[in-house]
């Protein structure tokens, strides 16, 4: 692959990175920075979306549009669905929903985009076995999940909302970016993959571990796309 676009919501998800850079410029769209240069030797823009569904799909779209990426990585935290994935793990997503679209009142299933092929967007499997690989040899000490990654407009730090996201969409886990990413992704027809490490348990201590966790959690998504990305 040519470039890469990697995209974090938030400075704390791509700082490191952006500071590895060489032969950096940085060029302003849409209120993001877009740095432009090179991450161990490969071309990639990488750039902070800023939070929510609508940030990431104007980003992904510049980023298609402007610098002509061939892949999208989504790097972050991400909240647990699952008892087994503590804080630290990261997960890998194998597919991404829109949690928080609802048409039922026009027969639609929860979760549906009215009108289109598909409201499940599907990761490239290349980049999410590469990821996968590479995260078990950098990051010992924690574990990798592959599974569904949910996205909505929502902060979930709630037992009984956690709930009805496992319940209604068997999650793995739950940010607020990544799908929207993939759709974007999806509709220009390029490859995606989003690598979240778990920050909080997404119930009513999330607030609270989100802040405690979220640097170390971000620790091994950073060690796992320096990892990725000389073998892109
Ligand atoms: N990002 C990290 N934790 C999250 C949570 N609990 N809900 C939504 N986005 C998150």
């Known amino acids: 692959m040519r470039k890469i676009g990697i995209i974090g919501a938030m400075d704390e998800e791509v700082s490191r990175l952006k500071e590895m850079m060489k032969n950096v410029s940085v060029i302003e769209k849409a209120g993001m920075d877009f740095y432009i240069g090179q991450l161990k030797e490969k071309e990639v823009v990488i750039v902070k979306s800023g939070i929510g569904k609508v940030n990431a799909g104007i980003c992904t779209q510049i980023l298609i549009d402007q610098y002509q990426i061939e892949a999208v990585i989504n790097t972050g935290v991400a909240g647990s669905l699952k008892n087994e994935i503590n804080i630290g793990d990261i997960v890998l997503s194998t597919d ?18 009215p009108r289109m092929e598909t409201s499940i967007f599907q990761a490239d499997t290349i980049l999410l076995e590469l990821a996968k690989k590479v995260c078990k040899e950098v990051n010992k000490d924690i574990q990798v999940f592959c599974g569904r990654v949910l996205s909505g407009d929502q902060f979930i730090s709630n037992q009984n909302v956690k709930e009805r996201l496992i319940k209604n969409f068997s999650g793995y886990c739950t940010e607020m970016e990544g799908a929207a990413i993939a759709h974007t992704a999806y509709l220009n027809k390029i490859p995606f993959l989003i690598i979240r490490a778990i920050s909080d348990k997404a119930d009513s201590s999330a607030t609270m571990d989100y802040g405690i966790f979220e640097e170390k959690a971000i620790e091994h998504t950073v060690n796992l796309l320096l990892g990725m990305i000389e073998k892109l």
Not at 96 to 113: C, E, Q, S
Request: no cysteine.
């Open 96 to 113: 991404t929903l829109y949690h928080d679209m609802d048409a039922t009142g026009f027969g639609y299933k929860l979760g549906v985009i």
